[in-house]
């Protein structure tokens, strides 16, 4: 089941009542997330704006001509597909071989990957209500940056300095995961090469700050956060509406995540283990893996 949100949903949140339960639950097992962290997490409150709202994420590719690079990029990652020393050589091999492929799955969606016109507009309401909101740090600027089509961290990063952050002026920005579950193989990765750009870039490691350089804020997940409980609460409540009432109580739940290899499982990486049920509900609830990963043995079911 698609559930779409939208700004307002999410900045504002829903139905207090439908989300309570919700909440309780996830709150119930927060103990099962992640905790990797990396160190740049400064607590910038009380500074001025202009503040950058980067929104980072995995990308995909918006014309079918982009998708050989994009795949390219994808294979060559070690935080999301690890291969080892082989991953210089067995990455380009797997990405040739699928490129047309996938370009034909694209190519039956509309000819490409519609996330970065939906990003670069989300990032932009947001930064509206942020400036309504949080005076104090306007202007609120938007950004994204993806890992593996463009725009990539390094334009995102280049524009950035372009823009007259850092280069001796500081100013203050805010790494935005759009992934709601920390996962080392994909809120780590984009995090990973922000640093890679900013150190290349910047002359800074990710711990390092000072001397006009830009100063970072991490926002790097938020699976229980209420406005975003809320939304799938009053989204779930909608569509349930639209069943009769004597197929509404056979109804069931089925909430899907993406696979993991086990080796990062193994390594302690529990984001597939973030509840997603109502302790109030009478309905049966499941929970599915999808997108196996075929190089590496997954995670199941």
Known sequence: MAVRLTTQQFSKGLSRRA??????????HARHLATPVHPVTQDATGSKGPTAMVFL?????????????????????????????LQSYIGPLISARR???????????????????????????????????????????????????????????????????GNGKGGRAVA????????????????NELWKWRHRLEGKKASET??????????????????LVEAFAQNIEAKLAEYPEERRRNAVLLFSAHSLPMDVVNRG?????????????????????????????????
Request: hydrophobic residues 30%; neutral net charge.
């Open 176 to 191: 935005f995961t759009q992934y709601p579950q920390y996962s080392c193989s994909t809120t780590g990765s984009s995090l």
């Open 210 to 227: 000072g001397n006009g350089t830009i100063t970072w804020s991490v926002i790097d997940r938020w699976p229980t956060h209420p406005g």
């Open 99 to 165: 490129t047309p492929k996938i370009q034909k799955q694209y190519d039956a969606i509309g000819g490409g990957s519609p996330i970065r016109k939906w990003s670069e507009y989300q990032s932009e309401e947001m930064c509206k209500i942020l400036d309504k909101i949080c005076p104090e740090t306007a202007p609120h600027k938007p950004y994204v940056a993806f890992r593996y089509a463009d725009p990539l961290t390094e334009e995102m990063y280049t524009k950035l300095l372009a823009d007259g952050f």
């Open 19 to 28: 989300a309570a339960p919700l909440v309780s639950q996830l709150a119930n």
């Open 269 to 301: 990486m529990a984001y597939h283990c973030v509840p997603f049920s109502s302790s109030s509900s009478s309905l049966p609830i499941k929970q599915a893996i999808h997108t196996r990963a075929r190089l590496l043995p997954p995670f199941k079911p």
């Open 57 to 85: 994420n995995m990308g995909g590719p918006s014309t079918l001509n982009e998708v050989g690079d994009f795949l390219s990029r994808l294979f060559a990652d070690g935080d999301l597909i690890p291969l080892g020393r």
